[in-house]
């Protein structure tokens, strides 16, 4: 909890990856700047745990009452990785068909159903 | 009883694992049979669950982590009714849509029953944790299962369209509830759902829980497809096979308003329970308007699985407009409503598939037609006591104009089941797209049984002997934020509750007139669009749809926009009033 600068970089990641994502004319570029968004929140996470002149909450062979980080958030962040992997692969995954059967990643291009 | 409470979540997930690990050594019969035997165990252990959560709070530290003076390090699964009784559903609806795939999806691979099982036990994870990380952690196990399975026909192009829209939208919803969560972290540093509460209880709410809430809920409601979320919906579920369209709009869609509810009435009841009426009633417009989109946008669809999303879509804002009621009649009703219409939707989606394995014959007819009645909810079917109990929680508030504007909604989706059900089914016109899925069959009576047996139970669910009181008991409990709080932290046992008895909820005059009168108005509003069809299209209906559509455009950015624009608008509103 230092600055405020962190908080204002991950809103603004996250801005700007919604951005892309409403924006994007190609299924990998739209993928990557959804990854764009999830960043912020890692961002977000970690410095939500930070504390000035923490170490890192590894405790073995350390004194007693040593300041560290909120090792909680590192684990949030952990898992968040996994979760949003797993999309992106999917994500990815069916850009490929996409490309595969239609000759195409515009999502625009893509659509068999409206309205 | 602890020990058996992970179980509906374990069983399944563990079934998936092992059927992924021996993907190549066994043959198909072998997964099949895991899979059952998994779902089906899972099926048990979550009615001893939800029996055993009728009388206490029954909770499960992993790992033995027990909370000390009121902090909580461990994760826990904390039950009560409703959580279990949604499991329930999940477990069971799960297990239907199992039995049903075996001969109709020829091709089903490996994967998909691992898919299914996967989600079956991230649903019920949902419902069971007492844990806001957790929580987020299950809707993106189920929002995974849930893409993979729309995209299973990836041979199909509408079904890549629907599994990319599903993906993006819910992706971003995912990271609205994480940011809420990373925020409100960084207020309570606790993720406990009962702890959270208790730090914020008794505080002056200030923007920062503002935003969190704003975040979290909308993340909710992009899974719960509420306007201006709904957008993929319709694109994703017309495409899935029938039998995942069954788990979709039985348990997945309701997934997310399970959500909403729970962080409201153990989370943001403490700082915002003074103005609760500012949150409740911005669901509850919410709530109409999207019962309204999609009881219209129902009528102009010629895709009979996009129908039946539509209808879905309205049926979500009735529940929607009962949670945001707040009252334990009006969480009640929206209970009864997910119960009645997910197993009579399940039942329409399952008689859509019939249509895949030959042509409509005179009992498909006759189940289409009553599962199209049970949604609308003549008095005591369908989902009448749904309706009932919400019209009872609206007249308490003194908000009248509820009960008319969510029977018409209701009434115009069952309008435009009956007429297509004239249409395809009786024959009387061929201009109707079946939405028939290439290669799928399997023996009729078998896939026809399942899908009577789902039209009947979501028919009977209104007539249950002492159904309805249990489950508005069950509200109660939900509501009941400080004495989750403390069966929770401090392991209180509940008190004794009065015993309930075993009989049907009469329900008022109003909801009986309104009852009748919707099906009188579906059935005239149907047989008008089937005799002068070209009018009706023209003249009456798509001159009002006719800009809902232009905004379902199917292109993913239209729809991410559309999430951004009504978080920040419900954040701006909730930013201005809830000071």
């Not at chain 2, 009992?363 to 049970?374: H, I, K, P, R, S």
């Amino acid at each position: 909890m230092t600055s405020v600068l962190p908080y204002l970089v991950a809103g603004w990641i996250c801005v700007i990856g919604l951005y892309g994502i409403v924006t994007s004319r190609h299924l990998i570029h739209l993928a990557l700047c959804l990854t764009v968004t999830q960043s912020s929140t890692y961002i977000l996470l970690l410095s939500i745990g930070y504390v000035n002149g923490g170490g890192p909450p590894i405790f073995k062979g350390v004194k007693l009452g040593t300041t560290a980080v909120d090792p909680v958030v590192q684990s949030l962040t952990l898992t968040d990785i996994v979760v949003s992997l797993t999309v992106l692969a999917l994500i990815l995954a069916l850009a490929l068909d996409v490309h595969d059967e239609l000759d195409t990643m515009d999502p625009d291009k893509i659509v068999e159903l409206q309205g | 009883m602890s020990w058996a409470l992970p179980l509906p979540v374990v069983l399944p997930l563990l079934a998936a694992a092992l059927n992924t690990a021996l993907d190549h050594v066994t043959p198909r019969w072998a997964h099949v049979a895991v899979t059952l035997a998994a779902v089906t165990t899972a099926l048990v252990f979550s009615v001893l669950v939800l029996l055993h959560s009728l009388s206490a709070e029954p909770l499960h530290w992993f790992g033995g982590w027990q909370p000390r003076s009121g902090i909580a390090i461990g994760i826990t699964f904390a039950v009560d009714p409703l959580g279990a009784g949604f499991a329930v559903l999940a477990c069971a609806l799960t297990l239907l849509a199992l039995l049903y795939s075996i001969p109709y999806i020829e091709a089903a691979t490996r994967n998909y029953d691992v898919l299914v099982s996967a989600l079956c036990g991230a649903c019920c994870g949902l419902a069971l944790s007492g844990d806001l990380f957790n929580m987020f952690v299950w809707l993106e196990l189920a929002g995974v299962c849930g893409y993979a399975l729309t995209g299973f026909d990836i041979r199909n192009r509408g079904a890549l369209q629907g599994a990319i829209n599903f993906a993006v939208v819910n992706t971003v919803g995912g990271y609205f509830v994480l940011i809420g969560i990373a925020l409100l972290y960084a207020r309570t540093g606790a993720l406990n759902l009962a702890q959270i509460g208790r730090a914020l209880a008794g505080q002056q709410p200030g923007g920062l829980e503002i935003v969190a809430m704003t975040l979290i809920v909308c993340g909710f409601l992009c899974k719960a497809a509420v306007v201006p979320f709904h957008f993929w919906l319709a694109d994703a579920y017309a495409v899935a096979p029938a039998p995942v369209c069954l788990i979709f709009a039985g348990i997945v869609t309701d997934i997310g308003l399970f959500g909403v509810g729970r962080v409201w009435f153990t989370v943001f009841d403490a700082p915002f329970g003074a103005q609760q009426r500012l949150f409740g009633d911005a669901l509850l417009w919410m709530g109409i308007v999207t019962a309204l989109v999609g009881g219209t946008m129902a009528l102009v669809q010629q895709h009979l699985k996009r129908l039946l999303s539509f209808s879905v879509v309205c049926h979500i804002g009735i529940m929607l407009v009962g949670l945001g009621l707040l009252s334990s009649k009006g969480v009640a009703g929206a209970a009864m409503m997910l119960l009645g219409h997910g197993v009579t939707t399940g039942g329409l989606f399952l008689a859509a598939g019939l249509l895949a394995v030959r042509e409509p014959a005179r009992w498909t007819a006759a189940l289409w037609f009553a599962g199209a009645v049970a949604l609308i909810g003549p008095p005591y079917v369908g989902v009448y006591m749904g309706h009932a109990l919400i019209d009872d929680a609206a007249v308490e508030l003194g908000r009248h104009w509820v009960q008319p504007l969510i029977w018409l909604a209701g009434a115009l989706a069952g309008a435009a089941m009956l007429r297509a059900g004239a249409q395809v089914f009786l024959g009387l016109a061929d201009d109707y797209e079946h939405g028939i899925e290439e290669g799928r069959g399997g023996p009729l009576p078998y896939l026809g049984a399942i899908a009577a047996l789902l039209v009947t139970l979501g028919a009977a669910v209104s007539v249950v002997p002492g159904l309805t009181q249990r489950v508005v008991r069950g509200a109660d409990r939900f509501r009941d934020r400080a004495g989750y709080a403390d069966r929770v932290l401090h392991g209180i046992p509940m008190k004794e509750g009065a015993h309930l008895p075993v009989v049907v909820q009469p329900t008022s005059t109003a909801s009986l007139v309104y009852g009748s009168a919707a099906l009188v108005f579906a059935i005239a509003l149907a047989a008008f669009a089937v005799h002068r069809r070209d009018t009706a299209r023209a003249r009456v209906f798509e001159p009002v749809t006719w800009p809902l559509q232009q905004l379902q455009t199917g292109v993913v950015g239209d729809y991410v926009m559309w999430v951004v624009v009504g978080t920040a608008v419900l954040g701006g509103v909730w930013a201005l009033t809830l000071r």
